[in-house]
């Protein structure tokens, strides 16, 4: 079995949680934003991703030539959790801070790096991420959109489904057919594209969530040029490059913290009441979330060492525990405390009780399914 | 047993089939309400099923009322049937005369509402289409003890509001109200009864909602294609399939079996054994049936969500899981000198909840 690496902070990192910490609560306390579950998908707010922006804390790890800092992978980990934890509208930027930004400065052009990253950090360029499609979801190699090549660039035609937040998005990555799906070696033949989501061609409709929000999109192409410069990597190579964002999507404390305002609240209102045998029960949803950040962080400090290529099982393996842990809070909340769930509840513990029972289903789809998940670690364990 | 439960039965269902679909209780969760389904139901006499034919009902038993309550569960129906029926069925019970308009029922004892005189003063809060219905038939404490008491809801100051599958669930405030019909004090095994049977309209309720959503997810097993077959041939899709035909099977027998336990016994246990086990059972039929439809079955387009949201909320609506655990627990604790399997096998005979 995989030995993952302990995690030491060191007081600057412990400094740096504590001032992400004030200046979370101090927005919270001054109405900036309002604290939700599962907010870094559903919380969207430009002119709060704008403020972090200016902090710095977007592309925190990136090279300072391209208007990063420079930090550390644990930093940011410190940093997204804070985030999480307090349930900060973080969901604007993510897509292009969490993958984007990984993604070009692995594999794109300097061109697309001075051009993208800067944007990128000041909170003011966002991503979507084009792979699903209406009959491509697990087996995602299947995806029919294609880019044919012209003079200059690629022509793409097709539709991708469920594309989160691609209604506030200025770009999108976009997985790609650049040559005929070939029964033999089926990831073969995809590639990456940026697309720009205002270019002539393209249409975004809107999904409505269970909740009635407006969350994810339908995005078609029709005829919607490309140029040349906005490929990504090789063509040709899109599924390995796909492949290699996944670790930084899969393992982030964002696979564990969905549900965690309503974990707090339920120990404030324990507490509150006294309630000792509550939590007593609580200490089993606490000792859980000790247990799956060990597993995240540790999947963290591999890929700050770089050893991008190991961390790929270990990295689903966190996801599949993660997701499944925070879609049980609520279902564990409400038989400590008596709740009515709605989403305009004036307690706050209703409130979170609603925005996560409502949300929970995605937990364990968004991603790569659980299913899908289990194979990946079934297979990487067996053949190690 | 009414001869003519089958025959009602398919000609509710058909009516439901023909007439609810996605759209329209689309709309009612919107806050509107319509009037056609409420009169359809209406007009063919089946929401006046199990009042007695003296007090103007349309026969049947209930048996009937609560399958055709189980049915009306299946298809999401977006009319007060259950509170209607449930209101007038109390009514009767208690001996009360039973009303014609739509009507809707609060029997936490809780002491909401007080009754002063023959007034009714007081809050109560999640009260099912109140802002929709003509009567309330509610619990109400006097001097003497704790009534039933039915009260025209045109006298109340109605506050919209709603639960998690946008159904209403208004807040209703009475200063003074005339009420119109007062029963006796009532025993503490009346109320209890009441609180079974209140129990028992919610569990068909479910128990239709928890088989629609079987179905849904069995057909999408066999319509979905992924990897070049349908998803029900991954074994990983068949455990779920397993696990969920299991749930609807534990369900759909729960209901029948404490069905037939309430007609002979109205303090049966097996209302309470079925609340408890639906807890798990909904948990998960709706983690298993959203996993299977993926991401289709998170959009407000799917039908899906009708009834899974429902589920979430009924379950913390009216006596809930902590409640029932309360009372078999201390069944339990009496019955310390028998053992669990006399207790368990001697239930319709001895036991009284
Ligand atoms: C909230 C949310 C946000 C999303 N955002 C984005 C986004 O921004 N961009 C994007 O591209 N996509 C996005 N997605 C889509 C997501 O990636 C897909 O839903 C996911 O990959 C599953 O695909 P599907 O929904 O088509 O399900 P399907 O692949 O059709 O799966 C249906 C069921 O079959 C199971 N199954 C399928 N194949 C197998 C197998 N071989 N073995 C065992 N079980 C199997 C699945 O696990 C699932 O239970 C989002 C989804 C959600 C819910």
Known sequence: ?384 | MSEMKDMILEVVERMLKENVDKDLVDIVEQGNWLSEVWNLFENNGITIVAISEENGGAGGDLEDLLNIVRLTGKYAAPIPFTETTLANYLLEYTNLQVVSEPATYMLSANQAYTLEDGKLTGEAIHIHWARHTKRLVTLANSAEGIHLVEVDLSQAEITPGTNLASEPRDTVKFQNATVSQISNALSFDEIRTMTILETAFQLALMTGAIDKINDLTVQYTKEREQFGRPIHRFQLVQQHIVNLAGETAVALAAFNNFVDALLTNKHSSEVAYARIRFEETIQAVATISHQVHAAIGTTHEHSLHQYTRRLWSWRDEGKNTAYWTDIVATQLLENSSDSLWAYLTGTKLALKL
């Open chain 1, 1 to 384: 079995m995989f030995q993952l690496p302990t995690v030491q902070f060191t007081e600057e990192q412990e400094q740096f949680r504590l001032e992400v910490r004030d200046f979370l609560q101090e927005g919270m306390a001054k109405g900036k934003f309002v604290p939700k579950c599962d907010s870094w998908l559903s919380g969207d707010d430009p002119e709060f991703s704008k403020l972090i922006g200016q902090k710095g804390w977007i592309g925190m790890t990136w090279p300072k030539k391209y208007g990063g800092q420079e930090r550390s992978t644990i930093d940011r980990y410190i940093l997204t959790e804070e985030f999480l934890a307090i349930g900060a509208p973080v969901a604007a930027h993510w897509f292009a801070d969490r993958q984007t930004g990984p993604l070009l400065l692995r594999y794109g052009t300097e061109e697309q790096r001075e051009f993208f990253l800067p944007q990128i950090v000041k909170g003011e360029c966002y991503f979507g991420i084009g792979l699903s499609e209406p009959n491509s979801g697990s087996d995602l190699a299947s995806v029919t959109t294609r880019a044919e090549k012209v003079d200059g660039g690629w022509i793409v035609n097709g539709q991708k489904i469920w594309t989160s937040n691609a209604h506030l998005c200025h770009y999108m990555v976009t997985l790609v057919r650049t040559s005929p799906f070939d029964g033999k070696n089926k990831h073969a033949g995809l590639s990456q594209l940026i697309v720009d989501l205002h270019a002539d061609g393209i249409t975004v409709v809107p999904i409505k969530f269970l909740t009635g929000e407006h969350h994810y999109n339908e995005v078609f192409f029709d005829n919607v040029f490309v140029p040349d410069n906005m490929v990504v990597g090789q063509i040709g190579n899109g599924w390995a490059q796909g492949l290699a964002e996944l670790a930084f999507e899969r393992s982030g404390p964002e696979r564990i913290l969905s549900t965690f305002p309503l974990i707090d609240e339920l120990i404030q209102e324990l507490k509150r009441k006294k309630n000792a045998e509550g939590l007593k029960q609580a200490s089993k949803i606490v000792s859980r979330l000790w247990s799956l950040r060990n597993l995240s962080i540790g999947v963290a400090q591999l890929l700050e060492s770089g050893d991008g290529d190991d961390v790929s099982i270990p990295a689903a393996l966190v996801k599949a525990l993660g997701t499944k842990f925070e879609q049980s809070i609520p279902e564990i909340t409400r038989l400590l405390v008596q709740t009515y769930p709605t989403l305009d509840a004036q307690r706050k513990i209703d409130r979170f009780m609603a925005e996560s029972i409502l949300h929970a289903p995605g937990f364990t789809i968004r991603g790569g399914t659980s299913e899908v998940l289990y194979g990946v670690v079934a297979k990487g364990v067996v053949t190690q």
